[in-house]
């Protein structure tokens, strides 16, 4: 038996890291700074370029994200909505889980966190790395929002 979490919102929306975003901005900003130092040392046009529009690309998703004021995603009783896909309610959600995605090998390891549910016709796939929710409180969302889900149509 379960018993509800009453700390959990009767709907919870969750929105892009400010945190994340602002390192985000702060590693563009350093690049931008290493590619301006270059003009003035024998390195590359061509390498050059490649670090400033390095750096134009992370400033521009931190900006982008540090100014997004909708949720990415929005959970509830009745079902979940994410920036790329409606809402769906929970009788047509299946396999709603996180996974961890490790890619490449050892010492050059990355790992990204993913809100994964299947729904008619489509699965959704969102990355959560950049939001304001762990892959471990996101999980425990979704228990407790399911659960509800199902004792309300019992």
Known sequence: MFN?????????????????AGWLAVGGLLI???????????FGVFGRWVLEGL???????????????APQIIINSEGIQTAKTRFYPWSDIKNEDTQTIVR?????????????????????????????????????????YRTRSESVAR
């Open 32 to 42: 931008a700074a290493y590619g301006l130092f270059l003009y003035d040392k024998s």
């Open 104 to 144: 490449g090998i050892f010492p050059n390891r990355i790992s990204n966190i993913y809100l994964v549910y299947n729904y008619p016709g489509g699965t959704e796939k969102l990355r959560i790395d950049d939001m304001a929710i762990s892959g471990e409180q996101l999980l425990h969302l979704l228990h407790v």
């Open 4 to 20: 509800d979490d009453i700390l959990v919102p009767a709907e919870i929306m969750i929105h892009f890291s400010k945190k994340a």
């Open 55 to 69: 750096a134009a690309f992370l400033l521009f998703k931190a900006l982008k994200e540090y100014f997004t004021k």
